[in-house]
């Protein structure tokens, strides 16, 4: 029966997840910076969420999981996550796929296609269709669509080849009695617009930037980060940071901040590391 | 003579139906969701109808299916199904070709072709129908011409090549004594201007979405789907349906909520569904 | 001399003439529909005209064929039949060709080059060219230009590979004694001006669809279609009709309401068949 | 000396001339239609001249040849033969090479080259230049340069590697003692704007139509072509003639009203066959 | 640990530096020409600056150095350097180099490319950043972005494949325990915005040309270049300087005066020289 | 020392020099007709210059080439020459390169690549700069940039493969002890401003046509052209001669009158051939 092999599966041929690959993007681990954090203990793993809509469509996320697991009806599900550059999606997309808890997760990503060409690159996206189609469950992710398609908006430019494959096999059934999850994260809308990609799927989920200084603030906090800030400081640093800003974006600047002061972080040294790196005005 | 060919061809070669494959894109049946519905039982299956307007024209491709059988003055016909993504085109198609008894039924599908270059998709097509003029009577399915065809609006890009092969294949009158029927299905009206394509056919069907929200309760209330659900909560849901909507994406939502839901199905679970999948307002 | 030569290729080498071919695009026989008809037996066939202005240019047609046969100083001719879809270029241009009793007579149709590369497909026509020169009298049809050139009128794509040769093709002046008559056909005006190919033809005819009720109706009367219909039904459809519509339209339209009425053809069904095969209205 | 040279290379190495290619241009003679006509009988043959100023630029292309062949110090000259299609461009450059007297006269057409590849092309007309060289007085006639550049309005498309070769042998000043005339015809202003033709030439002359019943009149009754018609029909045919038009077409239609009239020819069916040859009006 | 593995690293495997290349580029040493001069003195080597707000950046950059060599939570950082032509980027970025200590430094310079395809460039530049991957510390500079990516601003026109696969490198978190700064230059804003370039760097520095007469004194009295110089010819000098310039301009046309000066330079022939050169007004 | 080894090399390594083919681009001398004009003697060749403000520019261009021989901080000058067609830019670069006395000597001319592809052109471009890399002192002339570039200015289409080698090439500091003067010819505005061109050169000079009746009338009195002609057509001829027109096209129009009038040289006949070369008026 299905559990039965899925099970066996799991054991024998795991060699398709690729845990250590997917850990590192989440290596710093997931802060929780939102008024409606909701933490989610799953195994030794948690998934913190910026806002309360965030949290519902996280819900949501986990319920897809449970619905390609659960239901004979729905083998093939694709979620895309769509949001600015830094905001989490390739951590949120490894994240899922971690707890997912599948025989089966692969993560297709443009870094180990560089220098292909278009014909290599879409062979190997259908190779790793295919053995997925082969194990009962999987989650394929698809990280950054903008650059697996090559996409430039002057043109605009990119590859009709690897674009027609994708579009063909995100909506492609499994043959029984696989199932699969396919995740997708990409931060250009131009992308999705152009190529009128957003069809394509069957759930849409939009990542924020962080927008209030009170968010700010939570993360300044979070103690996984440690960082030593006296709570004027703090407050300081929340007001003045430029918003909206990207969670990875702080991050970097924080960790800028920390090891310059080698004693307690200032505002004055967290306002300089963002101009430094061009955060507000930037080149134009 | 034409009747005994037939039948022979049938019997030895069969080779060419792909029943199986065909009727795994109507597995979870077809579902009657209309006024004007009319249940045309035909073997093992049937097919249901969305308006009255559209019960003519299913009514005409049946008449199609006799006309290529029966008069020898249209060895070709060739049918467009044109409409929004997830109307069932694909469906209607599968359907028409199961019902039609011919000897040759064969679907040309983008699947089958991911990865392989413009000539490739080009001799794999001219190959399929040089098959069908071998065999006295042959349904054709063109599945997703705009897949088919490489199409993308922006530029627009498109495969001239495999776009020329098509229009002479569509158009070619077959070599005596074979009959052709070609069932295309696409759901691009662009792709249609752009490519001068709604005219290459002798016959185009429009395939609407669900735009009422009596049509949504006539799919909550189908036996086959086996929906637990009070009627105060359907009233509530066929309401609250964002419309238009089309069958494949109604059918989505509700298998989800049908999972969430352990018990009877809530309008509030179903409206987040909808929500979650992004349908209304959706990643712009 | 050159009628004795000629003779004596038409017996041994009528290995260029495809009468069988040409004969299959005029398998329905051609239909007196017109005002100005007149019947101009010749052979086992004959040529129905449209119009009194269509009459004077076949007239000239014939006289093309007399004068490429009779003069040395004309020993190339190049004739452009266009006009909208349907409206029996390649008919008339096979009848021509039939009837022109020449010992050379080839038609270049795009059905031959399905899947050919542009470089493949302009060797073809090359090729053929050449046979021609080596025969004393020849016609040459190019049917279908727009699929010859692989025309699309987004962008505009098409293969200028083969529109070059085309070009300098036909007004080539054959190396003597050889003289041909060039027929080519379109349908899209468009191609024509985009490509300045009109004035690359010494002739140039317009073919026109049925734009009169009373020209439908002389179809409807045509002995050789043998419709049985009352006078009563005559007049109705050709009344209700829409137009214009070109004579294949109408053929077809009118042989699927002859296979669906039983009996006596109906306006009725008639109409039906129009707005099911989408002439009026149609797919947006 | 440079005499003694030139005369035996005539002798020995004329296989580089194409009388009889070049003949056939002018197989049916040079008319006589202007006022200004002058006739300039040499050797047996002879050039007719347009108008006056037309007159005046012949003149000088004779002055070229002699320019070519008595001065050192212009080893290249270059000329742009530019008119509207038909006005007899091919002609006067194979009379004007067959006149020259030149050991070394190439002509450059594209039916030579159907089907070959652009570099094919190029290498092709980079050695008929090579070979130039190495002959002390050269012709070499580049026949229809928007056919030789591949060159299609629309886009614009042509060959750009055969340009750039193109613009290059043209202003190439050939290695001593070599001396060459280049002779161009083309038949549309817009390529030369396009590609910026027109500056790569020293001389330009444009060959113009025929504008004037008088010059109509000129061509019937001249006596090389026999034509057996009245006054009063000649005057007739030279009213209704449409003007402006090409020698060539005039030409053209006179000979099918010719072979059409059995006896004299009537301004009737002369008109029939101008209508008839789509020049007034014509397909749109 | 890593510091001895560095260590090791860096005296076994210094393959990766290329000291003399990177000294070329600033063979003429830095000149200091601003208020906000401040002479870091870093072994034998030193850096100017043109201004505070710059000090305040480079500031930063050494700071980056320190970043990538002691925080372990930063092992990707990446910097552009951007401003008009010879402002000092390339030296900057060699200098930033030559003074980071890293065992693996490795300049990627189009000059290294000549000639190449974009496919053996990819590969040149993927294949040095597998290398920087297996070294504990290394400096990557991607000198003139537009030229790496063969960027012309008419299309525009450029390498996509290069494109691509810098940004996936660019971005791309080294394995562990690599950590990587990368270097890039640009003189064109155009190359940036069309591209969407300057999002992918974490870090962004403008380099301005001298826009002071001010500045301009502070170069003529450099004691590295050795002007023989009266002071009023200098405040001339000064004063009829065209501004804004570029340091590497400036510095070329000094010394260009300087050879052509037997004795001491004089305003006039610096002006002469200026005009020469074509920097006032030039070629329209 | 560096004199010694420049000395034995020019011995030796002569073979750079291309001394015949630059001698033949100005075999006809060169004409004084300007104002300040100055005749600077040097060897058995001399410049003439058209303007005072050219003098001091080709004074400049002395001073360049002896920057290069003199002063090691600048082994890299390079020098555009722009102007419109026939204004002597190649003759003025050939005059330069042969009394630069340098031992490396090459032009870089289109005429030796017809019929090249891109990469062939590019990799015999850059061994040529290879080539001059090995020797201590190095003219290199790039004869006609928009023929290099395959340029057309409609699209406008040209080799981005052949431009990004030059642009590298044109700015690459040759490797120690190198010294390389590199001069170039272009005719076309638009090329330098449509691919940014001008900037990439040290020095910009610009080489006009003759624009006034003086100028031309100092051209006809040259005693090496030995034209026959009285004073009064002289002045005739000076004040009717369309303006401004290049040196090459008057050069070329008065040996056609020389030739044309056995006698001494009259305005009517001047004024003929100026016409008849389309100069004023011309092909539209
Ligand atoms: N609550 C959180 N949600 C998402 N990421 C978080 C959260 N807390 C911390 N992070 C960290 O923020 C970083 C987000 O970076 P990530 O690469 O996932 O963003 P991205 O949206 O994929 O960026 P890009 O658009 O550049 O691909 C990760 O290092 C992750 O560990
Ligand atoms: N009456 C019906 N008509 C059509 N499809 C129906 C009907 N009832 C139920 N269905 C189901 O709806 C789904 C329609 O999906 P289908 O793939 O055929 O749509 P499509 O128009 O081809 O979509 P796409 O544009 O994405 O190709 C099928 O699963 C089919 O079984
Ligand atoms: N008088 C007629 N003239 C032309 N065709 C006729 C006539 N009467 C009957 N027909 C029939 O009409 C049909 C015309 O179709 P045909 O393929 O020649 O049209 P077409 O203009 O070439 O179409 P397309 O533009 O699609 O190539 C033929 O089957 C022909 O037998
Ligand atoms: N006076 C004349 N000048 C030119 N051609 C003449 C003259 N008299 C008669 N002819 C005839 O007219 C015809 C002109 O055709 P030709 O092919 O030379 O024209 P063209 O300008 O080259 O046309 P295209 O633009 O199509 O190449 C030739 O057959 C030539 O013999
Ligand atoms: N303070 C300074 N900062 C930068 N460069 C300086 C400074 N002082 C002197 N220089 C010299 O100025 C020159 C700057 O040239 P460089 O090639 O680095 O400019 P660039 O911005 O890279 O130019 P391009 O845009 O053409 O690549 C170098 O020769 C360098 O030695
Ligand atoms: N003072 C002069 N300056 C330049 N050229 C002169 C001068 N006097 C005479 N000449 C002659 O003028 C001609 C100029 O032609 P050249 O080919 O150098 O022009 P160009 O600008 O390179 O033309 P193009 O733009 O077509 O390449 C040469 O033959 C040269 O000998
Ligand atoms: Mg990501
Ligand atoms: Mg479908
Ligand atoms: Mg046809
Ligand atoms: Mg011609
Ligand atoms: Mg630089
Ligand atoms: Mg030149």
């Given at each position: 029966d299905f559990t039965q092999a899925l099970h066996e599966c799991k054991k024998s041929q795991s060699l398709g997840v690729e845990e250590d690959d997917l850990k590192n993007d989440i290596s710093g681990g997931l802060i929780d910076y939102g008024d409606g954090y909701k933490k989610i203990k799953q195994g030794s793993c948690f998934i913190s969420m910026i806002a309360i809509s965030i949290v519902m469509r996280l819900l949501t996320m986990q319920d897809l999981v449970r619905q390609v697991k659960e239901s004979k009806a729905t083998?093939?599900?694709?979620?895309?996550?769509?949001?600015p550059k830094g905001t989490g999606k390739t951590a949120i997309a490894a994240n899922l796929a971690l707890e997912s808890d599948f025989p089966f997760v692969k993560r297709i990503s443009p870094v180990k296609f560089v220098g292909m060409s278009e014909m290599q690159k879409t062979q190997a996206i259908a190779s790793i269709f295919d053995s997925a189609y082969k194990t009962p469950l999987?989650?394929?992710?698809?990280?950054?669509?903008?650059?697996?398609?090559?996409?430039?908006?002057?043109?605009p430019?990119?590859?009709?080849?690897?674009?027609?494959?994708?579009?063909?096999?995100?909506?492609?059934?499994?043959?029984?009695?696989?199932?699969?999850?396919?995740?997708?994260?990409?931060?250009?809308?131009?992308?999705?617009?152009?190529?009128?990609?957003?069809?394509?799927f069957n759930v849409r989920v939009q990542v924020p930037e962080l927008s209030k200084a009170q968010e700010v603030e939570k993360v300044l906090t979070n103690e996984d980060l440690g960082l030593k800030i006296s709570t004027?400081?703090?407050?300081?640093?929340?007001?003045?940071?430029?918003?909206?800003?990207?969670?990875?974006?702080?991050?970097?600047?924080?960790?800028?901040?920390?090891?310059?002061?080698?004693?307690?972080?200032?505002?004055?040294?967290?306002?300089?590391?963002?101009?430094?790196?061009?955060?507000?005005?930037?080149?134009?």
């Open positions: 083998p093939l599900l694709s979620v895309l996550l769509c949001g999987s989650v394929i992710i698809l990280d950054d669509l903008e650059r697996l398609l090559e996409y430039v908006p002057v043109g430019r990119f590859s009709n080849h690897i674009l027609q494959a994708l579009m063909v096999l995100i909506n492609r059934i499994p043959p029984k009695p696989a199932r699969v999850l396919i995740v997708a994260t990409c931060s250009s809308a131009r992308v999705l617009r152009d190529l009128n990609l957003a069809d394509v004027g400081e703090m407050k300081k640093i929340a007001e003045s940071c430029p918003l909206p800003i990207s969670i990875k974006q702080l991050l970097l600047v924080l960790e800028m901040t920390r090891v310059a002061c080698k004693g307690a972080i200032t505002a004055e040294e967290f306002t300089r590391r963002v101009e430094a790196t061009g955060v507000a005005g930037g080149v134009k």
